[in-house]
């Protein structure tokens, strides 16, 4: 037995709403209160570790400072940059606490991430801006920036432009005399992470091969998260084709909007050490859609036929779509567009005549389609925005458009449906 939810506008109107509240009103409750303590350590001043929990927040959280607590059923404790050495988890980052210049040129010190620590230490920080700033450190001297800007110039004509100043090149050009395999990959280098770390492990193991050195994992291979998506959608539905019940249904069956829930499971698949901006939407949804329709050939009081329609159908889709996300920040808006094929769980569909002849009256009943297209193909795309909670869970609401070659096998009565859908999820 298969059951088909079908709702008013008026209640669709108000589910809507409903999601749009729920999802602001989680989001806010994890943006203020949400921590995820994990195993690690604190380093004192006097460079003694001690082992306890770990509190994480986001990315930027962790340059400021950081809750730490003994156990699970101590009370946490903030400590600042100038009240320890450093920190590390037992399975992710490890942080140094380091004088830096920030607004204004003040010195005060902060949480730099360590990617790489040997003979020459890359550090890391993601300022409140989401700016991405890195630092070399060589063993007997001073912390220095690794610098990249874009500066606006005037050529003689008047005309302007903007120049791409990798000022970053001549700095490791500098520090990396001492190893000329290291300065053949210089300037093939980006300022970004992966880049970054094998420059400087490649470094380290060419001038001191014998000496251990720290490199952080900057995720060379793909990164999934599993969630939950729920929603709900509205779908419209058109026939079309030359046979004569087709033209019918196309001019004067006059199908309603079905308004429907829908739900499914998702997979975000990306591969960092190539981009963080592009990767694969794969999912699993289940939908659903209910479309009545009537219309009258009426030739007088006492002739006239009345034609009653219903289709219903529900469907176990399987999509794919290429996704671009902005990558930083703690909202990141993105887009998407791939294809989906829809298999047949259940369809059901009816068509009530009522005939009358002057003083003869009929009424018979016959399926509408007597041929069911059993798997359903489309095109889809959409837009929407993550909320990055932690490295752990992130929420998305989005929008999506579908198109797709409906339910019917006939060739002479074409079906295509246009689906509009909102979406909240939870990602793990």
């Known amino acids: 037995m298969y059951i088909f939810l079908n709702y008013d506008g008026n209640f669709m109107s108000k589910l809507y709403s409903f999601f749009f509240t729920l999802f602001i009103f989680v989001s806010s409750s994890f943006v203020q209160a949400q921590v995820v303590y994990k195993p690690g350590h604190i380093i004192t001043p006097e460079n003694t570790q001690i082992a306890g929990l770990l509190g994480y927040r986001n990315d930027v959280s962790y340059a400021q400072g950081i809750m730490f607590k003994g156990d699970e059923m101590a009370t946490a404790r903030q400590y600042l940059p100038h009240e320890l050495n450093g920190y590390a988890f037992e399975k992710g980052g490890r942080y140094e606490a380091v004088p830096i210049a920030g607004a204004n040129n003040t010195i005060k010190p902060v949480f730099l991430e360590v990617l790489v620590k040997g003979t020459a230490s890359l550090y890391y920080l993601k300022t409140g801006d989401l700016k991405e700033r890195f630092f070399i450190k060589k063993q007997g001297e001073e912390l220095e920036e690794l610098l990249h800007e874009v500066r606006r110039l005037q050529m003689e004509s008047g005309e302007k432009y903007n120049a791409d100043v990798r000022l970053y090149v001549g700095t490791l050009t500098r520090y990396f005399l001492d190893c000329q395999d290291a300065q053949l990959q210089i300037e093939q280098t980006r300022l970004k992470q992966p880049g970054l770390v094998k420059l400087f492990s490649r470094y380290n193991a060419c001038v001191a091969p014998a000496e251990a050195q720290y490199v952080k994992d900057v995720g060379k291979g793909l990164r999934v998260r599993a969630g939950l998506l729920a929603g709900a959608s509205l779908t419209t ?175 002479e009565l074409e079906h295509s449906n246009r689906s509009a859908s909102f979406l909240v999820g939870i990602m793990f």
């Not at 592009?278 to 009426?298: K, P, R």
């Not at 094929?341 to 009929?362: A, C, D, H, M, P």
């Not at 095109?379 to 797709?404: D, K, S």
């Open 237 to 411: 539905s058109q026939f079309s084709g030359k046979h004569a019940s087709s033209l019918d249904l196309q001019n004067n069956s006059g199908f309603e909007t079905s308004h429907d829930l829908t739900a499914g499971l998702a997979l975000n698949i990306v591969a960092p050490g190539l981009t963080e901006k592009i990767g694969l939407h794969v999912g699993v949804m289940y939908t659903q859609y209910a479309f009545e329709g009537n219309y009258e050939i009426h030739e007088s009081d006492e002739i006239h036929r009345q034609f009653n329609y219903q289709l219903k159908a529900s469907h176990l889709k399987v999509l794919v779509m290429l996704r671009y996300t902005y990558p930083k920040g703690i909202i990141r808006p993105f887009v998407q567009a791939g294809i989906q094929n829809g298999f047949v769980l259940s369809k059901e569909s009816n068509e009530q005549e009522r005939s009358k002849y002057y003083n003869i009256t009929r009424e018979k009943e016959y399926p509408l389609l007597d041929a069911y297209r059993g798997h359903e193909q489309g095109f889809l795309g959409g837009i929407g925005v993550l909320l990055h909670l932690t490295e752990q869970i992130n929420l998305t609401a989005e929008g999506r458009y579908e198109i797709n070659n409906g339910i019917s096998a006939y060739r």
